[in-house]
């Protein structure tokens, strides 16, 4: 196979190795990468395997090449906005709440392709977000390290359950000025509680019983499944995965949680216009969401796609009244916050 993941060190790619991948990617205009099938540049928070085989299958159906670049969803916002006047990519994925922001500063366009088996709460009737799957805000737990930190006491429901003074220290979750995931656990507080104050007094409570905050989303369930934390906050698909692996992890729903619709969106200006539709069209069909499902173990926004393995039911599960549009709005001024209340 042809597919690149372009990687990234220190969360740094220069912006010259950028210019020459658009060179390479049929940056001569679109007629020019229409003649030669050209190559699709796709930024996204998707785990690195994932997308490489996502990248693969698509490239030996079309032909088609995908450069991957994966960065965490906070990186790859800064990334587009830097670019912007002289875009890289074709393709970004994203949460749909990010879609709006980028949308008024005409960083991505408006898109609307057939949606059939979609759906229609996940399709975005503005065409700026295309969705490919549901992410749900959960706690991972060690089950040795909670029982050895809490004398045994039984895993929280909710999320209040987690200000345990026995905890100090226990808690890790990821830098929601960096991370997709940190900040839709943060928003989730805002939408449960419905008050800013009520969420930063929790936010503030919690702050004090974490260990560490780290620069991406998955890595709190590795250090939680090796024991290095009791509990962590991560995305339901990311303990799936190291709990499959074997690890002795818990998978706590609190209640109510938080669930964000992620997808993709297309690039204004990109090299690869028709190249970067034709994708996210494939991306949305049954074949790639079944792909994803499996390989990813976030929940589908097709019907005829299968859940993921011991995942729960949405209809098991008690979900917040999460907003995407206002949590895209309100991003900037909450990262901000966070940042200087609690020096991350």
Request: proline share 6%; net charge negative.
């Amino acid at each position: 196979m042809r597919t690149t993941l372009l990687r990234v060190a220190a969360g740094a790619l220069s912006l010259a190795l950028l210019m020459a991948g658009s060179a390479a990617c049929g940056s001569g205009g679109d007629d020019a990468a229409s003649a030669s099938g050209g190559s699709v540049t796709w930024y996204t928070p998707m785990p690195e395997e994932p997308a490489r085989r996502l990248a693969e299958a698509y490239e030996a159906e079309s032909g088609v090449e995908v450069k991957v670049l994966r960065q965490s969803a906070g990186e790859l916002l800064a990334r587009l906005k830097a670019e912007a006047g002289r875009p890289q990519a074709d393709v970004i994925g994203l949460a749909s709440g990010d879609a709006g922001p980028l949308a008024k500063e005409k960083l991505i366009r408006s898109y609307k392709p057939g949606a059939e088996g979609i759906d229609k709460r996940f399709i975005d009737p503005e065409g700026y977000w295309h969705a490919n799957e549901l992410i749900l805000m959960t706690v991972g737990v060690n089950a040795d390290r909670w029982k050895e930190e809490t004398g045994g006491a039984p895993l929280p429901k909710t999320w209040d359950e987690l200000l345990r003074p026995d905890l100090k220290g226990q808690l890790v979750m990821p830098n929601p000025t960096l991370s997709g995931t940190g900040y839709t656990f943060v928003a989730t507080q805002f939408f449960r509680t419905g008050d800013d104050a009520a969420a930063w007094k929790f936010l503030d409570e919690f702050h004090k019983l974490v260990g560490q905050y780290t620069d991406s989303g998955g890595a709190p369930s590795q250090l939680v499944a090796t024991g290095e934390y009791a509990a962590g906050v991560s995305f339901a698909h990311d303990l799936l995965n190291v709990r499959g692996a074997g690890f002795p992890i818990e998978v706590v729903y609190p209640k109510p949680t938080g669930v964000v619709i992620s997808g993709n969106a297309l690039v204004q200006g990109s090299p690869n216009p028709q190249g970067g539709e034709k994708f996210v069209q494939w991306l949305q069909g049954k074949k790639a969401s079944q792909m994803i499902v499996d390989l990813v173990h976030s929940y589908p926004v097709r019907g005829d796609v299968k859940l993921p393995e011991g995942a729960q039911s949405l209809a098991e599960l008690d979900l917040v009244d999460y907003d995407p549009v206002r949590a895209g709005e309100m991003r900037d001024a909450v990262s901000k916050e966070f940042a200087e209340r609690y020096g991350v």
